[in-house]
Nanobody, 123 residues
Framework: QVQLVESGGGLVQAGGSLRLSCAISGRPVGNYRLGWFRQAPGKIREFVAAISWSGASTYYADSVKGRFAISRDNPGNTLYLQMNSLNPEDTALYSC????????????????WGRGTQVTVSS
Protein backbone atom coordinates (compact mmCIF):
# COMPACT_ATOMS: atom_id res chain seq x y z
CA GLN A 1 0.00 0.00 0.00
CA VAL A 2 1.31 3.41 -0.97
CA GLN A 3 1.57 6.12 1.66
CA LEU A 4 2.38 9.77 1.00
CA VAL A 5 3.49 12.30 3.60
CA GLU A 6 3.87 15.98 2.78
CA SER A 7 6.13 18.50 4.50
CA GLY A 8 7.63 21.93 3.95
CA GLY A 9 4.62 24.16 4.30
CA GLY A 10 4.56 27.29 6.41
CA LEU A 11 3.97 31.01 6.55
CA VAL A 12 5.73 33.17 3.98
CA GLN A 13 5.42 36.74 2.77
CA ALA A 14 4.20 37.56 -0.70
CA GLY A 15 7.02 37.22 -3.19
CA GLY A 16 8.72 34.54 -1.14
CA SER A 17 9.45 30.89 -1.85
CA LEU A 18 8.79 27.50 -0.32
CA ARG A 19 9.77 23.97 -1.26
CA LEU A 20 7.29 21.23 -0.50
CA SER A 21 8.29 17.58 -0.20
CA CYS A 22 6.21 14.43 -0.49
CA ALA A 23 7.75 11.24 0.89
CA ILE A 24 6.51 8.15 -0.96
CA SER A 25 6.56 4.74 0.69
CA GLY A 26 5.51 1.61 -1.16
CA ARG A 27 5.28 1.16 -4.91
CA PRO A 28 2.24 2.52 -6.75
CA VAL A 29 0.34 0.07 -8.96
CA GLY A 30 1.07 1.28 -12.47
CA ASN A 31 3.76 3.79 -13.28
CA TYR A 32 1.46 6.76 -13.65
CA ARG A 33 1.87 10.44 -12.92
CA LEU A 34 2.46 11.95 -9.50
CA GLY A 35 0.69 15.16 -8.69
CA TRP A 36 0.30 18.12 -6.38
CA PHE A 37 -3.11 19.60 -5.59
CA ARG A 38 -4.31 22.35 -3.29
CA GLN A 39 -7.49 23.29 -1.51
CA ALA A 40 -8.18 26.78 -0.19
CA PRO A 41 -10.83 27.40 2.48
CA GLY A 42 -14.31 27.28 0.98
CA LYS A 43 -13.04 26.07 -2.39
CA ILE A 44 -12.77 22.72 -4.09
CA ARG A 45 -9.49 20.88 -4.45
CA GLU A 46 -7.66 21.92 -7.61
CA PHE A 47 -4.84 20.58 -9.73
CA VAL A 48 -1.48 22.34 -9.34
CA ALA A 49 1.16 20.23 -11.09
CA ALA A 50 1.97 16.70 -12.19
CA ILE A 51 5.02 14.80 -13.34
CA SER A 52 5.34 11.60 -15.33
CA TRP A 53 6.65 8.53 -13.57
CA SER A 54 9.94 8.82 -15.43
CA GLY A 55 10.22 12.49 -14.53
CA ALA A 56 10.63 13.44 -18.17
CA SER A 57 7.37 15.37 -18.52
CA THR A 58 5.73 17.97 -16.30
CA TYR A 59 2.31 19.62 -16.35
CA TYR A 60 1.08 22.77 -14.60
CA ALA A 61 -2.08 24.68 -13.92
CA ASP A 62 -2.08 28.03 -15.70
CA SER A 63 -2.19 29.85 -12.35
CA VAL A 64 1.21 28.50 -11.30
CA LYS A 65 2.99 28.11 -14.63
CA GLY A 66 6.35 29.88 -14.57
CA ARG A 67 6.35 30.15 -10.77
CA PHE A 68 6.15 26.54 -9.55
CA ALA A 69 8.31 23.57 -10.50
CA ILE A 70 7.55 19.92 -9.82
CA SER A 71 10.33 17.34 -9.64
CA ARG A 72 11.22 14.01 -8.12
CA ASP A 73 14.45 12.47 -6.90
CA ASN A 74 16.21 9.75 -8.84
CA PRO A 75 15.17 6.80 -6.69
CA GLY A 76 11.60 8.09 -6.92
CA ASN A 77 11.03 8.19 -3.20
CA THR A 78 10.38 11.90 -2.92
CA LEU A 79 8.28 14.33 -4.90
CA TYR A 80 8.97 18.06 -4.70
CA LEU A 81 7.17 21.29 -5.46
CA GLN A 82 9.32 24.40 -5.63
CA MET A 83 7.10 27.45 -5.27
CA ASN A 84 8.44 30.89 -6.14
CA SER A 85 6.87 34.35 -6.34
CA LEU A 86 4.13 33.28 -3.96
CA ASN A 87 1.05 35.44 -3.57
CA PRO A 88 -1.87 35.34 -1.12
CA GLU A 89 -4.00 33.47 -3.69
CA ASP A 90 -1.60 30.52 -3.28
CA THR A 91 -2.69 30.07 0.34
CA ALA A 92 -4.09 26.54 0.66
CA LEU A 93 -3.58 23.03 1.96
CA TYR A 94 -1.24 21.32 -0.49
CA SER A 95 -1.48 17.56 -0.99
CA CYS A 96 0.35 15.04 -3.14
CA UNK A 97 -1.21 12.00 -4.77
CA UNK A 98 -0.54 9.09 -7.10
CA UNK A 99 -2.12 8.76 -10.51
CA UNK A 100 -4.60 5.91 -10.90
CA UNK A 101 -4.61 5.83 -14.69
CA UNK A 102 -2.63 7.11 -17.68
CA UNK A 103 -2.75 10.85 -18.45
CA UNK A 104 -4.04 11.63 -14.96
CA UNK A 105 -4.78 15.34 -14.47
CA UNK A 106 -8.03 15.71 -12.49
CA UNK A 107 -8.72 15.02 -8.84
CA UNK A 108 -10.69 11.91 -9.78
CA UNK A 109 -7.63 10.52 -11.60
CA UNK A 110 -5.52 10.44 -8.42
CA UNK A 111 -5.51 8.48 -5.17
CA UNK A 112 -3.49 7.58 -2.08
CA TRP A 113 -3.75 11.19 -0.92
CA GLY A 114 -1.44 12.52 1.74
CA ARG A 115 -2.86 14.59 4.59
CA GLY A 116 -1.39 17.77 3.21
CA THR A 117 0.81 20.62 4.35
CA GLN A 118 -0.50 24.13 4.91
CA VAL A 119 0.91 27.03 2.93
CA THR A 120 -0.04 30.54 4.03
CA VAL A 121 1.11 33.59 2.10
CA SER A 122 0.74 36.96 3.78
CA SER A 123 0.38 40.19 1.85
Amino acid sequence: QVQLVESGGGLVQAGGSLRLSCAISGRPVGNYRLGWFRQAPGKIREFVAAISWSGASTYYADSVKGRFAISRDNPGNTLYLQMNSLNPEDTALYSCAVGLRPYATTVADFGSWGRGTQVTVSS
